[in-house]
């Protein structure tokens, strides 16, 4: 049987043997209601014996029971911070492993804020690993990232073995996109603990995202080189006129004859691959060679499946390759699903978007005369507002 019961038990047998219950007995029922802080039972018990008139004694023990239960309402926050102060005045001098203490319990109470302030105070009365490691993490839960950072770096310098620190810094800085410093710092972890899972598993994962943004970099630089060999086409490069030479000193100059037409490189003919290409890499590199030969490039495309197209143009295109392709397009059906399929490639609507200027002019070129080769008006409908264009 509880406290609680057997104070009842205790309280009924007590009124079955007294038909009238005194004031004193009121109050002496409150007080051991009071030892088990059953304020509310107490507090009745209490006004009851003052209504019975008892005198002034009842009366002050009944503001001291309302006082107790307002003490015992209030919420755990408060309770913490009252119960700092007063330690805090009755001890002039609290020592660093104190505070340490009471940051531990507003931590427990997620009050970080809190917490941080009773870390604060152990470390300006005594720099320590575990400070600095705790302050870091509330630090983190408050997304105070930088701090977390600068706690986390202090808390190793002083203890290159603290591994918490590694942790939560990589933690830190895999949230900011920091992966290579994230990895390195979770490398140093499970060196420092071989059997540590999480680390283990974050290292994984952050390899694999390390080699995805170096692809994609690859690729954009890639892509960079192709526009600027577009830019230099055979039919832009031109070779200077023979310049004049003068055999002797005469007194009028020659007339310079002008030739009609400048002369042009003469560039081999580029031979399109048999095999469709394997990834984009394969597919920009031919692509730039074909440079402004649109008829090559229609062929080309059409040697490349629907379905490896949009695998290999799924997450490299751009909006001025979309508008290169339509250029080399015809209105055959063939051209028309291409078109479609690019409509299925991820982030299309957002590069839809930045399809511009001169880019903008070919696509609405294209639909132009796409509508008027009569083509399906539903299909064009589609095709005209996945593109955004208005004719």
Avoid at 122 to 149: F, P, T
Wanted: proline fraction near 4%; hydrophobic fraction near 35%.
């Amino acid at each position: 049987m509880d406290e609680q019961d057997y104070i009842e038990t205790k309280v009924i047998k007590y009124q079955s043997n007294h038909q009238q219950v005194s004031s004193e007995e009121f109050k002496l029922q409150g007080n051991e209601f009071f030892k088990l802080k059953k304020y509310r039972e107490g507090l009745l018990d209490m006004e009851e014996s003052v209504s019975t008139r008892i005198g002034q004694w009842c009366n002050e023990n009944t503001m001291l029971f309302s006082k107790d239960l307002e003490t015992y309402l209030m919420d755990e926050q408060d309770y913490i911070e009252t119960k700092v102060i007063k330690y805090q005045s009755n001890h002039q001098q609290v020592s660093s492993e104190e505070f340490k203490l009471q940051g531990n319990e507003f931590f427990k109470l997620k009050k970080y804020r809190e917490a941080i302030k009773c870390y604060t105070r152990a470390i300006n009365i005594e720099e320590s690993v575990l400070y600095y490691g705790n302050r870091a993490i509330c630090y983190m839960h408050l997304k105070q990232h930088k701090k977390c950072i600068q706690d986390c770096t202090k808390a190793i310098a002083l203890d290159d073995q603290y591994i918490k620190g590694y942790l939560v810094r990589a933690n830190t800085y895999m949230v900011l996109n920091s992966y290579e410093k994230s990895l390195k710092d979770y490398q140093q972890a499970l060196r420092l603990q071989p059997r540590n899972s999480k680390a283990k598993s974050q290292i994984k994962k952050l390899q694999l995202i390390i080699e995805e943004e170096n692809q994609k970099a690859q690729q954009q630089l890639a892509h960079q080189n192709m526009m600027k060999q577009e830019e230099l086409t055979p039919e832009n490069i031109v070779v200077p006129p023979k310049p004049v030479v003068v055999d002797e000193i005469v007194k009028e100059p020659p007339q310079l004859t002008i030739p009609a037409t400048i002369q042009k490189i003469t560039v081999p003919d580029y031979q399109i691959p048999d095999s469709p290409p394997s990834s984009f890499y394969e597919f920009e590199i031919v692509w730039r060679n074909i440079g402004s030969n649109q008829e090559k490039k229609l062929v080309y495309l059409q040697l490349i499946p629907l379905e490896k197209l949009k695998s290999i143009l799924s997450n490299s295109i751009t909006s001025p390759l979309i508008a290169s392709i339509f250029s080399a397009l015809d209105f055959s059906e063939h051209s028309l699903s291409i078109v479609e399929t690019m409509t299925k490639l991820p982030r299309f609507s957002m590069l839809s978007m930045m399809i511009t200027g001169d880019n903008r002019k070919i696509v609405n070129n294209y639909f132009r005369g796409l509508q008027e080769c009569g083509t399906d008006p539903s299909m064009c409908s589609h095709l005209l507002q996945c593109y955004r264009v208005s004719i």
